[in-house]
């Protein structure tokens, strides 16, 4: 493979307490206007589980007690010359006080209420999955940044 071939690694942090999710309202940069979880790229001599941490601390100001892998998304853009890669963890309870950061508004959601409408549209397809604890894998094609095409859900074991 070309080097420039290699997926891009990214993470996302779901914090979700049995009856309600944190997401955060996306102020500026990819995803601009959407809720989601925390996260973002991961840095050269960071693990995946410690830039999942980081990024968590930095856009939400929090420190989750508790957190798993809950699984992984593939992104393929038309417009993106290599896929996305983001590891998704979840937590039930975190140390600190969500706070509004320059990139998030944090703001919980009843499990009723998830503003998918206002997500990605991939969303809508593995949080059911996330909240049974279901490892999962996915794979997602867009267009258009956020018109989702095709996608391929399935539940494994981690690893
Ligand atoms: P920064 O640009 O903030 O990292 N992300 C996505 N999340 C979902 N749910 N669906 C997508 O569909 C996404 N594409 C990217 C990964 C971007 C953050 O946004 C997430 C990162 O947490 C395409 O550094």
């Not at 944190?22 to 830039?51: C, S």
């Not at 593995?126 to 894998?137: D, H, S």
Request: aromatic share 14%.
């Amino acid at each position: 493979l070309e080097s420039g071939t290699s997926p891009k690694l990214l993470t996302l942090v779901m914090i979700d307490d049995g009856k309600r999710v944190l997401l955060g309202h996306k102020k500026r940069g990819f995803g601009m206007g959407y809720y989601n979880g925390f996260g973002g790229k991961v840095e050269p001599g960071e693990t995946i589980r410690q830039a999942a941490e980081r990024e968590l601390q930095e856009e939400a100001c929090i420190e989750a007690v508790d957190l798993r892998e809950a699984g992984v998304l593939v992104f393929a853009f038309d417009d993106q010359p290599v896929a996305w890669e983001v590891h998704v963890f979840a937590a039930s309870s975190f140390r600190g006080e969500p706070a509004e950061t320059d990139e998030m508004r944090p703001v919980w959601f009843n499990h009723e209420d998830v503003p998918f409408e206002q997500m990605w549209a991939d969303d809508q397809f593995w949080y059911p999955l996330l909240l049974r604890r279901a490892y999962f894998r996915g794979v997602f094609a867009f267009t258009q940044t956020t018109q989702l095409l095709w996608h391929s859900l399935t539940e494994r074991d981690p690893g």
